[in-house]
């Protein structure tokens, strides 16, 4: 008898339990349904084609104004440069389908691989999740590279999706980003040579480079201050290239007894020449094959 009772209220209990579990259920597939569910209409598809390289690049805004208030050395400030190259190293840790990034001044270029599904290959939700890292990362190891100086307020990055369908184009882009950090790179450093060793002023440094080529601003260094642009720092004049490289085997045991070798990978940073062949001959397994 004590047993059908408990069984009894043991029924009761559950019902109990299960009938408000069930209208909170049905209550959210309710609202899942609504009447005002065709708001989702309004979105644009916006899936990145099949088959191509998806690079998404970042660019500071504002920059110019951001260095002067946190006194960025010029031409060039390592600790902001290395600030960058952490930020884009988490962005990397963070989604392991990006095969390559380049970075330069205040911009990155990070590379997905072709057959990438990332977020379903969402444009939008790729551009935004690698500038959402990419900025918090910024603000998060300030610290590390710029010690007790304080950080004003907090950095913005704008960024865009463009796909290349070919290893070409793809080469052909980053070829472009890197001959853009030498066009660059030349430029301020003449300039700021000029300001802060000959005694001129901006608006002088300026008017003294107007229509001057590359071979004119490396008579300027070396004939007056004796600097030979080719002895700069290789960060400065070729960037920052990010790839993954094997860390070290770990040797791991498995059930059969046998021991297995696995490989860790790691981000490794190169300021190399990646225009020319060379860096694509020793990291031929960065790209994919070419489809059809």
């Known amino acids: 008898m004590q047993i059908v009772n408990a069984c009894r209220l043991c029924k009761k209990v559950k019902s109990c339990i299960v009938r408000p579990l069930a209208c909170l259920v049905t209550s959210t597939n ?12 309004f979105e644009v598809d916006d899936t990145c084609l099949k088959n191509c390289y998806i690079v998404v690049r970042l660019d500071g805004r504002n920059f110019h104004k951001f260095a002067e208030q946190h006194k960025f050395i010029k031409p060039n400030d390592n600790r902001a440069l290395n600030l960058m190259t952490r930020s884009a190293r988490s962005v990397m840790e ?9 970075g330069q001044s205040d911009e990155f270029s990070f590379v997905f691989k072709r057959s990438s599904t990332w977020f379903k290959r969402r444009a939008s939700k790729l551009m935004t999740h690698v500038a959402s890292q ?3 990362s910024y603000v998060f190891y300030w610290k590390e590279f710029f010690g007790e100086q304080p950080l004003l307020y907090p950095p913005g990055f704008d960024g ?3 796909l290349y369908p070919t290893n070409r184009n793809l080469k052909d882009y980053l070829s472009w980003r890197q001959a853009d950090c030498h066009i660059n790179n030349l430029y301020n450093t003449v ?8 005694g001129v002023t901006t608006v002088q440094a300026e008017d003294r480079l107007k229509g001057t080529v590359a071979a004119d601003k490396n008579e300027i260094l070396f004939s007056e201050f004796d600097i030979n642009y ?8 070729k960037g920052t290239t990010l790839i993954w490289e094997k860390d ?23 300021h190399s020449d990646i225009i020319g062949h060379d860096f ?5 397994n960065i790209l994919e094959e070419d489809g059809c």
């Open 280 to 284: 694509w001959e020793q990291n031929s």
């Open 191 to 198: 300039f700021w040579t000029l300001v802060q060793k000959g």
């Open 230 to 237: 080719n002895n700069e720092p290789a960060v400065y004049r």
């Open 160 to 162: 865009r999706v463009v």
């Open 134 to 136: 990419f900025s918090s």
């Open 30 to 41: 309710a609202m899942a349904k609504s009447k005002f569910e065709y708001v989702r209409n």
């Open 248 to 270: 070290e085997t770990v040797t791991n045991n498995v059930l059969n007894g046998k021991k297995k070798d696995k490989s860790k990978r790691r981000v490794q940073a190169y």
């Open 94 to 102: 963070e989604l392991e389908d990006i095969i390559i990034a380049y």
